[in-house]
């Protein structure tokens, strides 16, 4: 048999994977192109984590298996080669309809939960 997994970390996981890569691609929409040690810096002074490099990395890479931006190599302001990501026209598009749908479940609904179940 096999063990069980742990119910909270599995969907913490899944939700982390998800809004990190709705939060990448909002910075790159409203700040342009820019390289994933940037874009993890943001990321940490507008939210208080620091998410491990890694699942930024894991984050764009599937932001563009989506189609939704690209990536190119060029040279960065201290002059090192860095590989920068952009996004894709329809990707404002599409973050707008993703949010549209989510914000009425994430505020109302999900935030009020612990309140109402505690």
Known sequence: MRPRR???AALLRDAKTGMLALISLKIILS???IHGYALRKIIAENTGVDPPESSVYDALRRLEKLGLVESYWAKSKEGT???YYRART???EVLRRVLN???PLIVPVLCTAEAETA
């Open 6 to 8: 742990d119910p909270v």
């Open 90 to 92: 329809g990707a404002e």
């Open 81 to 83: 080669i860095r590989k």
């Open 31 to 33: 700040k342009g192109p």
């Open 101 to 103: 749908e989510l914000c």
